[in-house]
């Protein structure tokens, strides 16, 4: 079992920035594939960010690219996600997602996801 927790969720302006961090316990080794998800009131959760094993492809949606970023510190067994230039329709939960196996190739899908966090709320006023 994983164990994963989120924090760093908050209300920000338009243009605003936060980061979001997910701490993973557990059995974290091997270490997987890892992603963000959020899920907006009335609609469905969604992948926008993944991140490989040892870090070193990303993957993001295209509502996210270029003002989102993931990283992760597999020492420390933290997943970031830094969010620049928000925009009220960022306003979501947001969840950390720990995949089945080390293979992303693209945003990850629920199928893919064996461990959830709780979700931290991000808000994003105009």
């Known amino acids: 079992q994983v164990q994963l927790e989120e924090s760093g969720g908050g209300a920000v302006a338009t243009g605003g920035s936060l980061r979001l961090s997910c701490a993973a316990s557990g059995a974290t080794h091997p270490q997987a594939c890892m992603g963000w998800f959020r899920q907006a009131p009335g609609k469905e959760r969604e992948g926008i960010a993944a991140?490989?094993?040892?870090?070193?492809?990303?993957y993001y949606a295209d509502s996210v690219k270029g003002r989102f970023t993931v990283s992760r510190d597999n020492g420390a067994n933290i997943l970031w996600l830094q969010m620049n230039d928000l925009k009220p329709e960022d306003t979501a939960i947001y969840y950390c997602a720990r995949a089945w196996g080390n293979y992303c190739g693209g945003v990850l899908q629920h199928s893919a996801v064996r461990f959830w966090g709780q979700g931290t709320q991000v808000t994003v006023s105009s």
């Open positions: 991140i490989s094993e040892l870090g070193e492809a990303t």
